[in-house]
């Protein structure tokens, strides 16, 4: 809720005239209605559900009723622990354990039970249980606690329960909290009001005045450094004399933001890059990042991705460190957008430029007697060139020539803007590669020739002290946050590899990828109906794969987005069945080197028979049914078989271009 470490660590005391008399301590307080740090275990259980990660409070009393009053508290994920040191050494303890769940994204509930240790009987035997709730907007916060629920008894008498009504309000920022909070205990006339005014004028620092009507107020001032903060509540009565103080000491698992922060990090960032960066880029404790670029991998989408990234990084006033053994031409691409370029002394630069290779198996499966017949439709369709030629064919050789010079031209676009050099001279140096590392820093293409260890030197000598971190380290990191806006879920599915019927999976032996209809299309149906999630992005990168596969996930992206909005985020590659799977979306993204398109099908049989006979093996086909056999690897391949699977490739095909 509040910014710094115990979200604003400005607190709405119930301290003033609070009707938790003896058998509570003097809490530094807080409004039902604002407070869900480590305190909302006593304030309010059901506000701990607002609040993530670890987070706690030890108040020391040292003047007033509080003086030797003690209290600490403590939670984590929605569950709460509090210990209260009431009276002093000769006094008694009261233990509490306190809950709160969200029941939907804003409203929440919660309980809080308490028991006590004392010498005293009466008091050793109670057992207390306070309710709460909590209601949340991103301007405005509601809480209701019913104290003493259980009306137990003490001295031979009821404890009447107590309510409290708590109201927040923020106008339109985050840095500053209005709030007001009603207390009235049954059998009393009448209701305490308490008014609160909670500022952050910057990280770190943070402020608070709270009054009632009677002229009775009290000030909270508190210091927070990333993980732990102190801080001082006080009391005053209404002829301004300092009643009650606390000192006060707060622990945060999350990091808070701080001006008194002297963090200076540099990450160490590879194959992470892209999402280490993105989410570094405005954090002012992060002053640069070294990137490996040996861990680097991916076509020219991703590639030209990453090169943005690392341009808005910059553009931060951050800066980048590329490193490299084996820097190849998508390395140097990332490399040149760094402020500095370092290569290994027994490395190579390669930065040779890029190529296509096909492979054709006709002759191949000649030998051996394999008999293939394929059908496809769409003239540039060139997948089923492996089986049935032994070179490209025309339409082949010219999308792949056209494509390779897109994306030739995009290298040296990209470069020449990075390096402030001209196309014709970033040609000159692609054709030239690969260079030694001496060559590459005499002729200015990278900045020095180091070992990885005294990357850490350059980066020192460029920033001053700083600490390297591993970037892994850094998204697991936590941030503590003030704001009261639930962010909307956005789901993301990505749908990578060769599309199969079935489950997802990764074969171990190859490493392939396959990307299975019913992973893909149960993930879409669970985005659809989980009404938390306002929108799907659907991130695509396959060349295709089975027409079944395709067509279930399509259809499930048609029933998605007629509930939420679908936007299709294109990788390296989206071509025929990932450009079938995207078609639906909403929204189509691409990087200007992704490719896409082939619009397309084919399939085709293969007959095994003429290689079963020479390697001695006999094979017989009992059928009933003309073409019972079809699909046999060693049935002939008659004209009427033929024409059976070019109907079939001439609808799938219809059907691609309707959708």
Request: charged residues 30%.
């Amino acid at each position: 809720m509040r910014g710094t470490l115990i979200p604003s660590l400005l607190f709405l005391a119930i301290a003033l005239g609070s009707a938790a008399d003896e058998l509570a301590a003097l809490l530094p307080g807080g409004s039902v209605g604002t407070t869900d740090d480590a305190l909302s275990t006593f304030i309010n259980p059901s506000n701990l559900a607002f609040r993530k990660g670890f987070n706690a409070c030890l108040s020391y009393g040292y003047r007033g009723r509080s003086k030797g009053e003690h209290v600490l508290a403590a939670s984590i994920w929605g569950t709460g622990f509090g210990l209260q040191m009431i009276g002093g050494e000769e006094g008694f303890w009261r233990w509490t354990l306190s809950n709160g769940w969200r029941v939907i994204d804003r409203l929440s509930l919660g309980v809080a039970y308490s028991w006590f240790s004392s010498d005293d009987e009466e008091i050793d035997k109670l057992k207390i249980w306070d309710v709460g709730a909590a209601f949340r907007t991103r301007l405005l916060s509601i809480g209701l606690v019913l104290r003493n629920v259980n009306r137990p008894k003490l001295k031979g008498e009821r404890i009447n329960p107590v309510y409290e009504i708590g109201i927040g309000f923020r106008p339109g920022t985050d840095r500053l909290t209005l709030s007001m909070d009603l207390i009235r205990r049954r059998g009393e006339e009448g209701w305490r009001k308490v008014f609160a005014v909670e500022a952050i004028p910057v990280d770190g620092i943070a402020l608070r005045v709270g009054a009632e009507g009677d002229g009775r107020f009290e000030l909270t001032f508190s210091l927070n450094f990333s993980h732990f903060g102190v801080g001082s509540f006080n009391t005053f009565d209404s002829e301004r004399e300092l009643r009650d103080g606390i000192g006060l000491v707060y622990l945060s698992g999350p990091m808070m933001r701080s001006i008194f922060s002297r963090r200076r990090e540099v990450l160490r960032v590879g194959s992470n890059a892209a999402e280490v960066l993105r989410r570094a880029m405005d954090d002012p404790g992060v002053v640069g990042a070294v990137l490996e670029l040996d861990e680097l991998s991916g076509g020219m989408g991703r590639l030209q991705e990453l090169e943005g990234i690392c341009r808005r990084f910059r553009s931060k006033g951050k800066k980048l460190f590329g490193y490299g053994v084996e820097i190849s031409t998508g390395g140097y691409l990332i490399g040149s957008v760094c402020d500095e370029l370092y290569i290994h002394p027994s490395g190579e630069l390669k930065p040779v430029g890029l190529r296509a290779e096909q492979i054709f198996i006709k002759r191949l499966l000649e030998r051996m007697g394999v008999e293939v017949e394929m059908v496809r439709e769409g003239r540039y369709k060139s997948a089923p060139e492996l089986f049935t030629r032994e070179s490209s064919s025309p339409a082949s050789r010219e999308a792949e020539e056209s494509l390779l010079d897109d994306l030739f031209d995009q290298l040296l676009e990209d470069i020449s803007r990075n390096k402030g050099w001209g196309a014709e001279e970033v040609k000159r140096i692609i054709d030239g590669a690969p260079y030694t590392p001496s060559e590459a820093e005499e002729k200015g293409l990278v900045d020095g020739v180091i070992y990885r260890d005294q990357i850490e030197e350059r980066v020192k000598k460029a920033l001053g002290k700083v600490k390297l971190i591993d970037g892994s380290d850094y998204l697991r990191r936590r941030w503590a946050e003030r704001s009261w806006a639930i962010p909307p879920k956005i789901a993301l599915i990505k749908a990578e590899g060769v599309m199969v019927e079935g489950e997802s999976y990764r074969d171990p032996i190859s490493g392939l990828t396959l990307m299975g209809s019913r992973t893909i299309c149960e993930a879409l149906r669970k985005a659809r109906e989980d009404r938390s999630i306002k929108a799907v992005v659907l991130r695509v990168d396959s060349g295709g794969g089975f027409v079944a596969a395709a067509d279930d996930i399509w259809r499930e992206v048609l029933l998605t987005k007629e509930r939420k909005p679908v936007v299709v985020s294109m990788g390296d590659i989206a071509a025929s069945g990932g450009y079938y799977i995207a078609a639906p979306a909403d929204r189509i993204f691409a990087m200007p080197g992704t490719i896409t398109g082939s619009i397309g099908v084919f399939s085709g049989l293969f007959s095994l028979k003429d290689f079963y006979r020479r390697i001695g093996v006999n094979k017989e086909i009992l059928k009933r049914g003309e073409n019972a056999d079809l699909g046999s690897d060693s049935a002939e391949l008659t004209p009427r078989k033929r024409e059976a699977i070019a109907k079939q490739v001439r609808e799938m095909y219809r059907s691609f271009l309707r959708k």
